[in-house]
């Protein structure tokens, strides 16, 4: 009982962030193609990391999250 309640709440989560990313995608649209995301393209390959993306969500998300832990107490 423990294992499919954990799993709805899991997907659930999910189906939120995916709205969310959607949302901010559709409404910051250069988020995702930042000045310091590393972009190698060589023949038939392409790797692609987000670093400056991924560091802007985390101080993001970070500010968020000590904001309810502020508001919280």
Same mark, same amino acid.
């Given at each position: $009982?423990?294992?499919?309640?954990?799993? $709805?709440?899991?997907?659930?989560?999910?189906?939120?962030?995916?709205?969310?990313?959607?949302?901010?995608?559709?409404?910051?649209?250069?988020?995702?193609?930042?000045?310091?995301?590393?972009l190698i393209?060589?023949?038939?390959?392409?790797?692609?990391?987000?670093?400056?993306?991924?560091?802007?969500?985390?101080?993001?998300?970070?500010?968020?999250?000590?904001?309810?832990?502020?508001?919280?107490?």
């Amino acid at each position: $009982m423990h294992i499919g309640r954990t799993l $709805m709440i899991i997907g659930a989560v999910l189906l939120v962030v995916g709205g969310a990313v959607a949302l901010i995608e559709r409404f910051l649209p250069g988020l995702g193609r930042l000045p310091g995301d590393i972009l190698i393209r060589r023949g038939n390959f392409t790797f692609y990391f987000p670093l400056a993306t991924c560091i802007l969500l985390s101080v993001g998300l970070s500010l968020l999250f000590w904001l309810f832990q502020r508001i919280g107490r």
